[in-house]
């Protein structure tokens, strides 16, 4: 497991009791099943993960638009996706 990977796993475990799936307040996210067949946050219509996001804006530091030029999304979308990160952690 990467440095990166487990320091998240560590601070964001992965929750399937208790977890709101497709909670309304969050309206750009919603669920893939991942490798290990639980459910997994990510950008409606991306494919790219919550947890994605949260490392490069909190461990590298990246700022909204350095995340939206990089990965093409939209400040709706950047803002839903920390937001969901925050509440969930």
């Known amino acids: ?5 487990g320091w998240v796993e560590e601070r ?3 929750k399937s009791e ?3 799936l ?5 309206t750009k996210i919603s669920y893939r099943q991942g490798a290990s067949g639980q459910p997994v946050a990510v950008i409606s219509g991306t ?5 994605t996001i949260a490392i490069a804006a909190y461990r590298w530091g990246l700022s909204s638009d350095q995340l939206a030029q990089e990965y ?3 400040e709706t979308q950047l803002s ?3 937001g ?3 509440k969930s952690g």
Do not use: C, E, H, S
């Open 80 to 82: 839903d996706a920390l």
């Open 1 to 5: 497991m990467g440095k990166i990977v």
């Open 18 to 20: 208790g977890l709101l």
């Open 84 to 86: 969901f990160y925050i």
């Open 22 to 26: 497709n909670d309304p307040t969050f």
């Open 47 to 51: 494919g790219i993960r919550v947890q």
């Open 72 to 74: 093409g999304l939209t």
């Open 12 to 14: 964001n475990p992965t």
